[in-house]
């Protein structure tokens, strides 16, 4: 059963923006995702998954990579079991599978393992 549903990928021109979006939509998390914090990670071609970005569980907390910082803005809304990743001014080295993930506590660290993930989505960006 698939657990967390990434969409909004694409290609874009550098300096352009997408909105990607993680939907829930298994009974996985029915009554319970706000109690998960959020995260997404990315990965590009050749290299590690690297984190990018999580959120608590009602939105009150946030942290970010260094490199996505004052860019992308992290976002959530628990009636509709969504989470999002809003992403400004892109950049080439932006070019990545976007992944989302749940785990059951809040945690900025960047190695900090996750319950569940989604298939990824891809994010293309041209120079």
């Known amino acids: 059963q698939v657990q967390l549903v990434e969409s909004g990928g694409g290609l874009v021109q550098a300096g352009g923006s997408l909105r990607l979006s993680c939907r829930a939509p298994?009974?996985?998390?029915?009554?319970?995702?706000?109690?998960?914090?959020m995260g997404w990670f990315r990965q590009a071609p050749g290299k590690e998954r690297e984190f990018v970005a999580t959120?608590?569980?009602?939105?009150?907390?946030?942290y970010y990579t260094d490199s996505v910082k004052g860019r992308f803005t992290i976002s959530r809304d628990n009636i509709k079991k969504t989470a999002y990743l809003q992403m400004n001014s892109l950049k080439p080295e932006d070019t990545a599978v976007y992944y989302c993930a749940a785990r059951g506590t809040y945690d900025t660290s960047p190695n900090a393992e996750y319950d569940y993930w989604g298939q990824g989505t891809q994010v293309t960006v041209s120079s």
């Open positions: 959120i608590s569980y009602v939105g009150r907390s946030t």
């Open positions: 298994g009974r996985t998390f029915s009554s319970t995702f706000s109690s998960y914090a």
